[in-house]
């Protein structure tokens, strides 16, 4: 079959690109045919907090990509829609993840009919307010002849959220496994947090930080490695950190971390953190993983369903300071062996498994 899929896909930066270029690498080898509709520019300067779109690592793909769709540019949606029917694809796929698409998203796939529109849907709500949240997804997810989530939690929201002609679409998916690079040698023997990915301010940052006091005072030599950009302000964090008086157990690296330099963050972590106030589902779990390295995750949205308690690593409520410190302080002090389990667990969820179930 020749597959379309529609949204940020490489030299677009960030996992939902890098999501859509495995998923690609899978159908591929699975002997389908995969092009890519991307965006000639993906956000306008004044709605992007972050220093830069593209991630330079991420440029040869292998794969044929038309950078040709502007979301705020309606003249580019009809541009968008005649040429990905002079390809005749199939399937088209479309990346979901935020309403600012919405109308874009809702134009071309109205106009590619009778060509199977299948939604792939990184969360169903925003983790960030917009505004007509629910009637622009709506917009969007009526044109699809099928939405597939990568959680069971979503998928529940999907149905107690959106009216039965489109939630009987839905369809529960996972999120596979990435593909790790070459392990790094580890260079220091501190206990390690990792706190990895975009910050923002839903991923609670500022939680593990107010837990980090707690966890120094029971192990003295430990250190929290945060890597990543941050949306937002990050004189709130290190104005934390100062007040705090941690600075010399914190480690910060607030910069976009390129694929390259994954490897050499994970090799060095104990345990990877992700102190979330509300999720749908964590590629920063599946990096972890495929790392062999155990998350302490919150009970919010999918997380759960990623995180096998004393086994693949530890789930804790939100928002809880105190219990994340419990939570942390308890492994470095055991260090449990988790690796095998995270083995087991994460050989069910296979890129070639989700590309059969999203296109069955």
């Known amino acids: 079959m020749k597959i379309?899929?529609?949204g940020p896909a490489p030299p677009f930066r960030g996992g939902i690109s890098?999501?859509?270029f495995h998923l690609a690498e899978a159908f591929r080898e699975q002997?389908?045919?995969?092009?890519?509709?991307?965006?000639?520019?993906?956000y306008p300067a004044w709605l992007f907090p972050g220093k830069n779109q593209f991630d330079s690592s991420l440029t040869a793909t292998g794969f044929p990509t038309f950078r040709i769709l502007t979301p705020w540019l309606p003249q580019s949606w009809e541009k968008t829609a005649r040429k990905l029917k002079q390809e005749h694809p199939d399937i088209l796929i479309v990346s979901w993840f935020l309403p600012f698409f919405a109308p874009a998203y809702a134009y071309v796939l109205h106009r590619v009919k009778p060509i199977r529109?299948?939604?792939?849907?990184?969360?169903?709500?925003?983790?960030?307010?917009?505004?007509?949240?629910?009637?622009?997804?709506?917009?969007v997810f009526g044109q699809a002849d099928r939405i597939v989530v990568l959680s069971k939690d979503t998928l529940q929201e999907l149905n107690r959220t959106y009216p039965l002609n489109?939630?009987?679409?839905?369809?529960?998916?996972f999120h596979p496994l990435y593909k790790p690079l070459a392990s790094q040698p580890r260079t220091s023997d501190r206990p390690t947090l990792l706190f990895f990915g975009l910050i923002k301010p839903y991923k609670g940052l500022d939680v593990l930080l107010a837990a980090m006091p707690e966890i120094?005072?029971?192990?003295?030599?430990?250190?929290?490695?945060?890597?990543?950009?941050?949306?937002?302000?990050?004189?709130?964090y290190l104005n934390?950190?100062?007040?705090?008086?941690?600075?010399?157990?914190?480690?910060?690296?607030?910069?976009?971390?390129?694929?390259?330099?994954?490897?050499?963050?994970?090799?060095?972590?104990?345990?990877?953190?992700?102190?979330?106030?509300?999720?749908?589902?964590?590629g920063v779990i599946a990096t972890s993983y495929s790392y062999l390295v155990p998350v302490l995750a919150t009970e919010t949205g999918g997380l759960g369903e990623y995180v096998f308690e004393g086994k693949t690593g530890y789930l804790v409520p939100p928002n809880s300071p105190t219990e994340l410190a419990k939570a942390a302080i308890r492994h470095l002090q055991e260090k449990?062996?988790?690796?095998?389990?995270?083995?087991?667990?994460?050989?069910?969820?296979?890129?070639?498994?989700?590309?059969?179930?999203?296109?069955t």
């Open 4 to 6: 379309v899929i529609l």
């Open 166 to 173: 489109i939630a009987r679409k839905g369809i529960a998916g």
């Open 216 to 236: 120094i005072k029971a192990i003295p030599e430990v250190r929290l490695i945060i890597a990543g950009e941050v949306y937002g302000d990050s004189a709130v």
């Open 31 to 42: 002997g389908h045919e995969v092009l890519f509709f991307t965006f000639q520019s993906q």
């Open 336 to 359: 449990p062996e988790m690796k095998q389990a995270i083995a087991d667990f994460t050989a069910k969820l296979s890129w070639h498994k989700l590309a059969e179930l999203v296109i």
């Open 18 to 20: 890098l999501f859509a």
């Open 117 to 139: 529109r299948i939604i792939l849907a990184h969360n169903v709500a925003a983790h960030e307010k917009w505004a007509f949240t629910q009637t622009l997804t709506r917009l």
């Open 240 to 282: 934390q950190i100062r007040h705090l008086g941690i600075a010399n157990h914190v480690e910060t690296h607030l910069r976009y971390i390129a694929s390259s330099e994954i490897a050499a963050l994970f090799s060095e972590t104990d345990l990877c953190v992700l102190p979330y106030k509300s999720a749908s589902q964590s």
